[in-house]
């Protein structure tokens, strides 16, 4: 997984509570068998119209957002199943910060194992993070994570709270198995500590017939 320290992008601001993972993307893709390609399908519904051709009322589709790597959401983001294909999707598409007042348990947890950082803001900053980002044509910020913080180049600096823990998975880049392969020493000594060892017994004769009744 990809480290992540420090990100500057533009921001793509998606005015809708409550995205869930199925509109992220639509049960009938969470099929492929690599992670890769998922950027393509993220938002297929509100993205494409018929014969996959794009939405132009649909801001992912927007000439001034193109190339936004930072998704600026409302409350509950990535709710509804546990599918991790949301996520890749996410990373895939080229978002690696999401800011948003809210997000679903699963999919945030999610988010880390990705190398994506979801930041979690009080609505009335978040509230002001969409004017700006409506009212300044190609509107960036910097996510600094090692000092928890995001700014703009206009002056705002904002602290967000972040699990230390995940944190250091984070900035490691560390996911499930890159965790346990950082104890793998410790692995290796207790399979040595606790090797099983055959024990004899012996041969049963199934030769001679038991008892009749």
């Not at 320290?5 to 509109?23: A, E, F, I, K, W």
Request: one cysteine or more; a negative charge; aromatic letters at 12%.
């Amino acid at each position: 997984m990809q480290p992540f320290s420090n990100h500057t992008g533009l921001v793509m601001p998606l005015d809708r509570v409550n995205v869930d993972t199925d509109q992220m993307i639509p049960k009938q893709f969470c099929k492929l068998l690599t992670r890769e390609g998922y950027g393509r399908l993220l938002f297929f519904d509100w993205r494409y119209v018929d014969g996959e051709k794009p939405n132009p009322d649909f801001v992912l589709n927007w000439p001034r957002y193109q190339g936004a790597s930072i998704l600026l959401t409302r409350a509950n983001f990535g709710c509804g199943s546990s599918r991790e294909h949301a996520p890749w999707g996410v990373l895939d598409y080229g978002f690696r910060v999401l800011i948003g007042p809210s997000f679903a348990d699963i999919f945030y947890n999610n988010c880390f194992k990705n190398g994506i950082l979801p930041v979690t803001l009080p609505e009335a900053q978040v509230d002001d993070l969409f004017r700006r980002a409506e009212q300044h044509l190609g509107y960036r910020l910097s996510a600094d994570l090692p000092n928890q913080t995001i700014a703009d180049e206009l002056g705002l600096q904002i602290t967000f709270h972040i699990d230390p823990f995940r944190k250091q998975i984070l900035l490691k880049g560390l996911d499930d198995i890159g965790m346990t392969l950082g104890h793998e020493a410790e692995i290796t000594s207790f399979e040595k500590r606790h090797q099983p060892s055959a024990t004899m017994y012996d041969p049963v004769d199934f030769s001679t017939p038991g008892p009749t009744k």
